[in-house]
C-alpha cells in the first residue's frame, strides 16, 4: 500500500529546502568572516574613538555670570 502523503506539508518542505539553499548561497557569496567582521568592528570603534576626541569642551561655569 502506498504512503499517504500531506500535500500542504509536503509543499511546505519544499518551500523551506529552496529557502534553505538559497539561503546557503547567499551566505556563500556575501557572507563575512569572523576577521571581516572583527575588522569592521575595529575600525567602527576607532572611528567613534577619534570622533569623540575632537569635541570641544564645555565651557566653566562662573557663579558671577560674567
Do not use: C, W
Request: glycine share 4%.
Amino acid at each position: 500500500m502506498a504512503e499517504i502523503v500531506n500535500l500542504r506539508r509536503a509543499r511546505k518542505d519544499r518551500a523551506r529546502k529552496e529557502a534553505k539553499r538559497t539561503a546557503d548561497s547567499n551566505a556563500a557569496l556575501h557572507g563575512r568572516g569572523k576577521a571581516e567582521a572583527a575588522l569592521e568592528e575595529a575600525r567602527a570603534a576607532k572611528a567613534l574613538r577619534d570622533h569623540e576626541a575632537h569635541k570641544r569642551e564645555a565651557p566653566p561655569e562662573d557663579s558671577d555670570g560674567a
